[in-house]
């Protein structure tokens, strides 16, 4: 089955304290993204990846890290986690082909609480 | 650079009316268009996405769009609602730039009453 997993799926940790939250898909796309969605504004993105090695800053990038060393993944990387990063965590991913129109496929999101 | 509007955060119909979620757009340049749902606790699901091949775009679970350009519109509906409509929903739009960001709305909740 086609899909995008994520993990975990549910976090709650403590201000300071590094975390990872992995994101893996099986569809040999070669665009991955990460999201956030808080209430009233939407998703925004943090970080995303046009291929293996090439990563770049979305409209949120502030406190994130990012890598992609293989194509199936993308972990996003909280090395200080702050309570302002509390937020529902989407992975998503493409391919990049000739067209625009790729649809982008989401995981089933992580929910971050951090105290 | 683009931004989207949703009216309303959350609309409420009975169970058979007409469902009418509304979207504005704004694009310095020709937009592609996107509708998602999400269901409780779950990810993003894409409904239907405008690429310009058409103005009335069909999706999934009985759903269409309609593009106008005039009106920088492009608002979702479904002519009888049913109760596993219940979900909030997304308008997304994306120009075409390498970053391939999704500008999405702030959502509407559409719950179905029986």
């Known amino acids: 089955e086609a899909q995008v997993t994520q993990n975990p799926r549910y976090l709650i940790t403590v201000t300071g304290k590094k975390l990872t939250v992995t994101c893996s898909q099986n569809m040999n796309h070669e665009y991955m993204s990460w999201y956030r969605q808080d209430p009233g504004l939407g998703l925004r993105q943090i970080y995303y990846?046009?291929?293996?090695?090439?990563?770049d800053k979305g409209d949120v990038p502030e406190g994130y890290k990012v890598s992609r060393k293989e194509k199936r993944n993308f972990p996003l990387i909280l090395e200080s986690p702050s309570p302002n990063q509390t937020s529902l965590y989407f992975c998503?991913?493409?391919?990049?082909?000739?067209?625009?129109?790729?649809?982008?496929?989401f995981g089933p999101g992580t929910r971050l609480t951090v105290l | 650079a683009q931004s989207v509007t949703q009216l309303g955060s959350h609309v409420s119909v009975s169970e058979g009316a007409l469902v009418l979620l509304r979207c504005n757009y704004s694009?310095?340049?020709?937009?592609?268009l996107f509708w998602y749902v999400q269901y409780p606790n779950q990810g993003l699901q894409l409904l239907l996405k405008y690429t310009s091949a058409a103005t009335l775009v069909k999706g999934i679970n009985g759903f269409e769009a309609e593009f106008k350009k005039s009106e920088t519109s492009f608002h979702l509906t479904k002519p009888s609602a049913h109760m596993s409509d219940a979900a909030e929903y997304f308008c997304a739009v994306r120009v075409d730039t390498g970053r391939r960001a999704l500008t999405f709305g702030s959502g509407t909740r559409l719950q179905v009453q029986p």
């Open positions: 990846s046009m291929n293996v090695e090439v990563t």
């Open positions: 998503a991913s493409s391919f990049s082909g000739g067209t625009s129109t790729d649809t982008q496929y």
């Open positions: 694009s310095s340049v020709p937009p592609y």
